[in-house]
């Protein structure tokens, strides 16, 4: 026999008695340890508050009313004036009403977490 039937022969009979993942009762699930598959992807969604504020719906304002003079008979030929013309001023009170806004506290954001394993007898 040559040297390399020799070799060939010996690696094969090696070869055919190492154990394998398989036999260490893991059923294919062996992963060779730098995986693409170690880490996973955690999404946290944005987060978001309601705020109450009070906000004016209409402003105070001043009215002017018009008040016209008033005119009396005082004898039968003369009229005469008892009040003058003036203006009466009413002031209405600005309104407020409270608002409700959303308004974001935190954006999304991602970040990766290290996977559990998915076999327990061999870690992979």
Known sequence: MSRVTAA??????V?????????????S??????CNTCY???VVPPQYRTVQETVMVAP???IAHRTPAQYRTVMVPQTVMVAP???A????APQYATRERVEMVAPARAYYV??????????Y
């Open 114 to 123: 290290a996977a559990p394993p998915r076999c327990s007898s061999c870690g």
């Open 40 to 42: 996973q992807q955690q």
């Open 8 to 13: 060939l022969l010996a690696t094969t009979i």
């Open 60 to 62: 105070g304002h001043v």
């Open 15 to 27: 070869a055919a008695f190492i154990p394998a993942a398989a036999s260490a009762g893991c059923y």
């Open 85 to 87: 013309e003036g203006v």
């Open 29 to 34: 699930c062996y992963t060779p340890p730098p």
């Open 89 to 92: 001023y009413e002031r209405t």
